[in-house]
């Protein structure tokens, strides 16, 4: 979608969508939507998500971009950014009498490697029970599909 906008790849503005469990086990995307361009220092929003007339209580989760290296997920004062939307989707899902204990959110993001080393896309993914210890640490979660891995 950003290449065919003439855009920067992950680089240009947050995009973030809803993931959904289909009956056949199988996951689908929601609608995507697109935040404002990145400002200084790769901050963005996408705002709310779309369930696109899907149950809520089928979400297991939702992916979204963030700028260049930024993999950690978002805070904001007052209970916003990544961190107030996973605990709200956690809600919403456990309400709908879905699985709230299992949501995720995925952050997908360009690598900042070494100048010999070629950068590339990657996702890592967070959920209530780690977000803050990983956030707290600075640290990044685990890499989701490094090397072929089963995505967890």
């Known amino acids: ?6 855009e920067d790849g992950l680089n240009y ?3 973030g969508a809803y993931l959904f469990l289909n009956p ?3 996951v689908s995307l929601g609608p995507v939507k697109e935040g404002d361009p990145f400002v200084s220092g790769g901050v963005g929003s996408t705002g709310d998500l779309s369930y ?4 809520p209580a089928m979400i297991i989760g939702s992916v979204h971009t963030h700028s260049v290296g930024n993999f950690l997920p978002s805070t904001a004062p ?8 996973l605990h709200s989707m956690v809600a919403t899902v456990s309400a709908a009498g879905g699985n709230g204990a299992d949501v995720r959110i995925y952050i997908a993001a360009q690598t900042t490697p070494p ?13 209530a029970d780690t977000i803050e210890g990983d956030i707290q640490a600075n640290q990044p979660s685990i890499e989701v599909d490094p090397n072929g891995q089963a995505c967890p």
């Open 52 to 55: 696109g007339g899907r149950d």
């Open 24 to 26: 056949d086990g199988t």
């Open 115 to 127: 100048a010999d080393v070629d950068a590339y896309n990657a996702i890592h993914y967070y959920d």
């Open 78 to 85: 007052n209970g916003g950014g990544d961190r107030g939307h």
């Open 1 to 6: 979608m950003a290449a065919l906008q003439g």
């Open 13 to 15: 503005r947050e995009r």
